[in-house]
Nanobody
Framework: QVQLVESGGGLVQAGGSLRLSCAASGRAYRFYNMGWFRQAPGKEREFVASIAWSGAPTYYVDSVKGRFTISRDDAKNTVYLQMNSLKPEDTAVYYC?????????????WGQGTQVTVSS
């Protein structure tokens, strides 16, 4: 089981950008399809973006298409989520995880997440 540590969250004004990182341990990581999910206060966790083990294809929820970009650097065992044109509704705790099923079924294993807060 790969272990994951998210970082890069913070407080940003609407229209700003953040880049989240997800550091993975274990050599098996590079064979996993990976995804980012988020959970806003009072809401269920939802899928945001995913990337195949080979780096392509990628898949996004409609609400972030054109604004967010998922990528991976297997030399660094890290998955990234570049978030641009942030909106207050993007405020949530963001988690990365390996996928159980492509393109958006999580494995059920979660790290501590990283908080993203977008002010209006």
């Amino acid at each position: 089981q790969v272990q994951l540590v998210e970082s890069g969250g913070g407080l940003v004004q609407a229209g700003g950008s953040l880049r989240l990182s997800c550091a993975a341990s274990g050599r098996a990581y590079r064979f996993y399809n990976m995804g980012w999910f988020r959970q806003a206060p009072g809401k269920e966790r939802e899928f945001v973006a995913s990337i195949a083990w080979s780096g392509a294809p990628t898949y996004y929820v409609d609400s972030v298409k054109g604004r967010f970009t998922i990528s991976r650097d297997d030399a660094k065992n890290t998955v990234y989520l570049q978030m641009n044109s942030l909106k207050p509704e993007d405020t949530a705790v963001y988690y990365c995880t390996q996928l159980r099923e492509w393109p958006n079924q999580d494995s059920g294993s979660w790290g501590q997440g990283t908080q993203v807060t977008v002010s209006s």
